[in-house]
């Protein structure tokens, strides 16, 4: 009996236990590989889906806008491929520190047009008084810039007056440089802003004591019973209903319009604190959502300083400071015609014209100097001794906000302050569209297609710098006689068709436009030529760095005269018959977005979506 009970009672044996262990540990290592692989497929999964929400949201975004676009204004898009060295050759951008591919060439394209419907600030309000809204706004799609230099009085404290000098284009960081460069070296920080500025109306600079506009509610120390804080509460060309505002879309009027002392009889009172320095307010700063003009003005701006004499004398550069020439009405553009002049010459001509003017005007709506490398005769007022290749500023959070917020109440006049500088903190993140949009293109095409011989399909046209979809041939490279994604505008054209790709018809509206009875054939057609697009013609081997397209209202390239000069508009049955007074400046029929992502916070890879939006349809031009 007590033998058995010996025999039952013996434990397991070193080798035993050592099995049994080692079975655990391996069963353990197995669930747990299960289980991270689990969770990494669900936090995956999980990223995957918030990311293609955003590309969602985004699209639906930019579909609305255009679907309310004014097809009779204006629509700039630039092209920009990252070249910080403006060396015309691609800067390779990676999108972290930790991208073992030592990165990519990157597109940050831009757009800018018009649109209609109601809007207002989005700014907070300092006074419970009612608000102005507005029926037309500028809206501006591209990459934001945050200021760079950690602590420094620009940094802390927004400007409206803020050019963003000193800045280095993003993409980019150059050594001893203490500015937003290193913040936007790695594409998982940049930020795609939607900025949109609404149009008030043009505002006098001050009115008498005895028209100033009444107001029923006190703004902090601001006692509207007090004629000098109710001056103070005024609307004028830099503040509307309490909240900045600029004078003009213009970066260059902005830099030139009357800068006067804010303080003396007839001079403009800012709700905010300016003191007695010469002040003015800018776009780029990207605090301000209000512009105190209308498309009379900006349509003005831009056709009336095409009037002709070379060009020279009206070009934003060219405006003296702190004042501004009479603006011309649109009436008084001369025309750009087609002329011998367009068979050669790959860039703009050395004497300038009035389209050139016209070019640059409509590139001096851009909120900052964006551009590199494009023709320096074109820059703005502020961009002589500046350089280019900047944003407009945009932060992730606003600087400084807690500290700000822990300083306590003070007197009204400090809390006044307190409440301008929160606000203006608060701005520089409204704008935001997409933090960590590591590539933002757009392209653009008039509908056309072109047949591929070697497919034998139909593709569209799409323009912009050339672009491969990769090694189409198989040849183990990427270049030439692979499929073109997209190209310039023109660089394939003919010379005898005025590099031509697209044309417009000129027949008034009616298909007999001779009236001799019988429809015309061929019609009668004016040619979309890129001198009109780009300002100069692209070669078939050039690959800009920088690529803008403009597009306006009356195509000054047209005249009755020239076209029935140079392509034979009357016929021989009816050599009477006239052409249309005017020309609309064809539009593009399309844009294609392709926008990448990444999640800022763990960027280990990015997603790309695209997507095309048409443009409302525009058949008719003003003749002023």
């Not at 109306?201 to 601001?222: I, K, M, N, T, Y």
């Not at 417009?504 to 001198?531: C, F, K, M, W």
């Amino acid at each position: 009996m007590n033998k058995r009970f010996e025999q039952s009672a013996r434990g397991f044996t070193i080798l035993e236990l050592t099995v049994a262990i080692g079975a655990f540990v391996l069963l353990s290592v197995g669930l747990m590989s299960i289980v991270n692989s689990v969770s990494k497929v669900v936090k995956g999964g999980k990223k995957l889906s918030r990311l293609n929400t955003i590309a969602q949201l985004i699209e639906y975004r930019v579909r609305d806008d255009i679907s309310k676009m004014d097809p009779s204004s204006f629509l700039v898009v630039r092209q920009q491929l990252i070249d910080g060295n403006d060396d015309t050759d691609p800067d390779l951008v990676a999108i972290s520190p930790d991208d073992v591919t030592g990165g990519r060439a990157r597109r940050i394209d831009e757009l800018l047009f018009f649109t209609t419907g109601e809007f207002k600030s989005r700014r907070a309000p300092l006074s419970r008084e009612p608000v102005e809204s507005g029926e037309t706004a500028r809206i501006y799609y591209g990459h934001g810039q945050p200021r760079g230099n950690f602590g420094a009085q620009e940094y802390l404290v927004p400007s409206l007056s803020d050019q963003m000098v000193g800045e280095d284009p993003m993409g980019v960081t150059r050594d001893g440089r203490n500015s937003s460069g290193e913040r936007t070296r790695y594409a998982s920080s940049w930020i795609l802003t939607r900025q949109l500025v609404w149009l008030a109306g043009q505002r006098g600079l001050a009115p008498a004591d005895q028209d100033l506009e009444p107001r029923s509610f006190q703004v902090f120390d601001l006692d509207p019973d007090n004629v000098e804080s109710l001056r103070r509460l005024q609307n004028n060309p830099y503040q509307i209903d309490c909240r900045p505002a600029v004078p003009s879309l213009f970066r260059s009027v902005n830099h030139a319009f009357p800068r006067f002392p804010l303080t003396g009889d007839g001079r403009a009172r800012l709700v905010r604190d300016i003191g007695n320095d010469r002040f003015f307010a800018l776009l780029s700063s990207g605090i301000i959502d209000i512009a105190a003009t209308d498309m009379t003005f900006v349509r003005d701006m831009i056709y009336g300083s095409a009037n002709g004499g070379g060009g020279s004398g009206r070009l934003p550069a060219n405006l003296p400071d702190n004042a501004l020439p009479p603006v011309l009405p649109a009436s008084q553009m001369v025309p750009t015609p087609l002329g011998p002049d367009y068979f050669v010459g790959r860039e703009r001509p050395s004497q300038l014209q009035p389209l050139d003017v016209m070019h640059a005007w409509m590139s001096d709506l851009f909120p900052a100097p964006s551009a590199r490398g494009e023709d320096r005769r074109l820059v703005g007022i502020e961009e002589r001794g500046i350089e280019g290749g900047v944003r407009a500023r945009a932060e992730v959070f606003g600087p400084d906000t807690l500290n700000q917020l822990s300083k306590g109440s003070g007197s009204l006049a400090e809390q006044r302050n307190l409440a301008i500088l929160l606000s203006d903190l608060e701005a520089l993140q409204t704008s935001n569209l997409l933090v960590g949009c590591t590539e933002f293109i757009v392209d653009w095409s008039f509908g056309e297609s072109t047949y591929d011989e070697e497919t034998g399909v139909y593709r569209q046209k799409w323009y912009g710098p050339r672009r491969y979809a990769g090694d189409t041939n198989d040849d183990g490279a990427v270049a030439d006689g692979d499929w073109l994604l997209t190209r310039p505008y023109g660089s394939e054209g003919n010379a005898q068709t005025f590099n031509a790709e697209s044309y417009v018809s000129i027949t008034a509206n009616v298909p007999d436009e001779d009236r001799d009875g019988d429809v015309d054939n061929p019609p009668y057609l004016h040619p979309v030529t890129p001198r009109l697009i780009y300002g100069f013609t692209p070669s078939q081997n050039d690959n800009p760095m920088v690529l803008t397209s403009f597009f306006g209202d009356t195509d000054p390239t047209y005249t009755r005269e020239s076209a029935t000069e140079l392509m034979n508009l009357t016929d021989e049955n009816d050599p009477e018959a006239p052409a249309a007074e005017a020309c609309f400046w064809k539009w593009p029929s399309q844009l294609r977005f392709k926008i990448s992502l990444t999640d800022p916070d763990n960027p280990d890879g990015e997603l790309q979506f695209a997507f095309v939006v048409t443009l409302p349809s525009r058949e008719s031009a003003s003749s002023f």
